[in-house]
């Protein structure tokens, strides 16, 4: 059963017509997916053997690491074609997502295979990302599985609109048709309640290679076409040269001083000079000059092309910029709804600051808590308050500024996004924009005649943030209250923000767990926001156990004017001091999720100020703390 194009032949006689012919073609990008040991790997090392896509060197390989570490006895092992990585031939599983290229006579095609753990959910949603189609197997002798479904319900919630049901292994169940007919009327049932209303099921066996580039003898019950064949005649492309004209822009392009264009590859439409364009967020429109590409200018672009646009006007136009259609573009918002894959390890932390990427657009983003979960298996949805690895929600999402998106189901290019972890730089979680949020649309700025910096004038200041962090008995809030004292005696205007104070009235109703932790620190860092805007010193003392909300308020402040006052206690000495009997408690087990017990406190990496408490008094760190900001402040204070 294998397939008659046979491209080596033709690269012998005609190394020219072979490219010609090779270049005309369409390309499908498809993924397999399923649960473990499905046979995804041996179906695409199957495709790859039948269209002829091995050299020589790479069969007499793969016939010797079949014998070794082969699981298929002394017959050929396919799977060993994509399972590159060791751990992978060890134990006869896929964990990375290989991608193949092969041809045949009417199409190329690159396949992903993605993992069928669920510990790499994360890596499927990546094959899957840039897929046309999915091949969804199962393994004939379990029928539907939890992965089947989770993958199903993925690729369908990232836009796979072609679906194809490989049913392997049928030679392990006697090519039985009932056995078949029973996992498609299984799988149709689910499929329907997600929104899969279409799909192909058909009965192969990956290793025996049946139904794969032919029909096959054993199943003569099936009328339907083999997977190779039903992968050539399956539409490819969109119709996304008739949508509206969406370029993001990756570079601003300034080799000379006569020349200012704008590079990015178009998401969709088309576009010829003369066009009028909406440079976004901005909303300024203009025309395009010019459109530059490396074989010289352009009378038309369209979709994917990488081009660089002129436009005939002097507009601001940067990197993460949207130029657009001037009568139909984008929307712009600052709010959203959005649906997460969460593919971290740590839980989602509502509350917390992550970067936010979509397309060339990178913005700091704060997650609320999820609306909801969803149970892949009964598609229910459940009360939740975080997000686990692999778990998928709906949440609302809150950037720093507004950014241009369009609804994922309208444009993948300008509606999918990942969250990025700012300390570790780790992809925490794949979204998908559902729409903006009617409050984004209708809360606008009140502009105000009376500015921050009014307001310091009239104070004869500068206003500053200090931020008071250290373990609970560190001496946070006595030094903080001490250097309130001198600057009240300098005839300066302060206001000093306590941890215990604050919980008594906005925030009284959190908690200390991680989640209501990150919400108590947002909180103080928009009141201290304002106090700082309305011209005040404003002092804090928390806890503040993570960098990545102690950064999130820094960067709620203008340039220079937060200052992270680390007071250095060790552990042993703030249990010794313990005024308030709290870590007798905490080793008790009476208080839960106490910082330095049974809750990290991560030590600030480069603050402006450390006060090691354990040779300093808290008289002498006031001192220290009002020297050294009268030498930064001066001749202000």
Same mark, same amino acid.
């Given at each position: 059963m294998t397939s008659s194009y046979r491209p080596d032949a033709l690269i012998a006689s005609d190394i020219g017509a072979y490219l010609a012919q090779h270049q005309s073609k369409s390309l499908l990008r498809f993924i397999t997916c399923g649960s473990v040991d499905d046979g995804k790997s041996t179906l695409i090392g199957r495709l790859l053997y039948d269209s002829k896509m091995i050299f020589e060197d790479q069969l007499a390989a793969l016939e010797a690491d079949s014998k070794r570490v082969g699981t298929q006895g002394q017959e050929i092992d396919f799977a060993l074609l994509v399972d590159g990585l060791a751990a992978e031939r060890e134990q006869g599983i896929t964990i990375d997502v290989a991608y193949r290229f092969f041809a045949t006579e009417k199409r190329k095609f690159i396949v992903a295979d993605t993992p069928g753990h669920e510990q790499y959910t994360r890596n499927m949603v990546t094959g899957a990302s840039t897929a046309d189609l999915a091949v969804i197997l199962i393994d004939a002798r379990k029928g539907v599985l939890t992965q089947t479904r989770r993958h199903s319900y993925l690729a369908h919630l990232i836009g796979i609109r072609h679906i194809v049901l490989a049913v392997n292994k049928m030679d392990l169940v006697g090519y039985d048709q009932t056995v078949f007919g029973d996992i498609v009327a299984d799988y149709r049932e689910f499929a329907t309640g997600i929104g899969i209303d279409d799909f192909t099921a058909i009965p192969i066996s990956g290793f025996k290679g049946d139904n794969i580039t032919g029909p096959s003898g054993n199943t003569p019950w099936y009328r339907g076409p083999a997977l190779i064949e039903h992968l050539e005649a399956v539409p490819v492309g969109d119709d996304g040269e008739a949508q509206p004209f969406r370029m993001p822009v990756q570079w601003v392009n300034r080799p000379n001083l006569d020349f200012r264009g704008f590079a990015g590859t178009i998401a969709s439409g088309t576009v010829k000079p003369g066009d009028a364009v909406r440079i976004l967020p901005s909303g @300024? /429109?203009? =025309?395009?000059?010019?459109?530059? +590409?490396?074989?010289?200018?352009?009378?038309?672009?369209?979709?994917?092309?990488? %081009?660089?646009? /002129?436009l005939a006007d002097e507009v601001d136009c940067s990197r993460g910029d949207v130029i657009a259609t001037a009568g139909d573009p984008p929307q712009v918002a600052d709010q959203f709804s959005a649906t997460l894959v969460w593919m971290d390890q740590q839980p989602l932390l509502p509350g917390r600051s992550y970067w936010l990427k979509l397309g060339t657009q990178t913005v700091s983003a704060m997650v609320r808590e999820p609306e909801h979960a969803i149970d892949i298996n009964t598609l229910a949805k459940l009360s939740a308050k975080t997000l686990e690895l692999n778990d998928i929600g709906i949440a609302e999402i809150a950037t720093d500024r507004g950014i241009v998106f369009e609804p994922y189901v309208e444009s993948r290019d300008l509606g999918g996004f990942i969250l990025i972890d700012?300390? =570790?730089?780790? =992809?925490? !979680?794949? $979204?998908?924009?559902?729409?903006?949020?009617?409050?984004a649309q209708? %809360?606008?700025?009140?502009? %105000?005649?009376? =500015? @921050?910096?009014?307001? !310091? !004038?009239?104070?004869?200041?500068?206003?500053?943030?200090?931020?008071?962090?250290?373990?609970?008995? +560190?001496?946070?809030?006595?030094? !903080?209250?001490?250097v309130e004292k001198k600057l009240h005696a300098m005839g300066k205007h302060s206001f000093l923000l306590d941890g215990d104070n604050i919980r008594h009235g906005l925030n009284r109703d959190l908690s200390f767990s991680d989640a209501d932790r990150v919400e108590n620190i947002r909180r103080v860092g928009e009141v201290a926001k304002l106090m700082a805007d309305a011209g005040l010193i404003v002092l804090t003392a928390f806890i503040s156990p993570f960098r990545a909300e102690r950064e999130m308020v820094?960067?709620?402040?203008?340039? $220079?004017?937060?200052?992270?006052?680390h007071i250095d206690t060790p552990i042993e000495e703030a249990e010794r001091r313990d005024v308030k009997g709290l870590y007798k408690k905490a080793r008790a087990g009476e208080i839960a999720n106490f910082t330095g017990i049974s809750s990290p406190y991560e030590t600030p990496l480069n603050p402006e100020i450390r006060i090691d408490t354990t040779r300093t008094t808290p008289e002498e760190a006031a001192e220290l703390i009002i020297e050294h900001i009268v030498g930064i402040w001066s001749p202000v204070l």
């Open positions: @300024r /429109t203009t =025309t395009v000059g010019r459109i530059v +590409s490396f074989d010289g200018d352009l009378d038309q672009a369209g979709r994917d092309q990488s %081009v660089t646009l /002129t700012k300390l =570790t730089n780790a =992809t925490v !979680a794949a $979204g998908m924009v559902r729409n903006a949020l009617r409050r209708n %809360v606008h700025w009140q502009a %105000v005649e009376i =500015t @921050r910096d009014l307001h !310091a !004038a009239q104070k004869g200041q500068h206003p500053r943030l200090l931020w008071f962090t250290g373990l609970s008995g +560190s001496g946070k809030s006595t030094i !903080a209250n001490l820094r960067n709620m402040m203008p340039e $220079g004017e937060f200052f992270e006052i």
